[in-house]
């Protein structure tokens, strides 16, 4: 937590400047539009068939396999705004890959994502919602 001046009033306000928590407008009211239900829907998928989380290039790819056309930054966007709302999970793993200008190993954190159990739950409500 940060402690910020405004500069037109003068007024002190307290900023959290965690990352990795999801987009904070989301922690109130927030209701999935379709585009997050399909994500959540891929993650569903995915998941079930790797038994492992569901990395961002794993859901872009299903989406655009279902004929779902979406960008990396609108993507990230859309899992970062699930995440705040409590829809999601994410976890860093390592990965390793050879950089071509090196030539040598590195590794890069990259983000897995699973269903919460809020969002599980989601699923399973709109599921019975249109069996209805």
Not at 11 to 22: A, N, S
């Amino acid at each position: 937590m940060v402690w910020v001046r405004c500069p037109k009033c003068g007024h002190y306000f307290e900023v959290d400047l965690t990352k990795g928590k999801g987009a904070y407008y989301t922690k109130k009211d927030f209701t999935p539009s379709h585009l997050h239900e399909e994500i959540l829907k891929a993650i569903k998928i995915i998941v079930s068939h790797k038994l492992n989380g569901a990395t961002k290039q794993e859901i872009e790819n299903y989406l655009k396999d279902k004929g779902i056309n979406i960008s990396g930054n609108s993507l990230s966007g859309r899992l970062s705004e699930l995440l705040g709302a409590g829809y999601v999970e994410v976890k860093y793993t390592r990965i390793q890959y050879l950089d071509d200008k090196t030539k040598k190993y590195r590794f890069k954190r990259t983000p897995i994502w699973y269903l919460s159990i809020k969002g599980f739950e989601y699923l399973k409500d709109k599921v019975n919602q249109t069996l209805v």
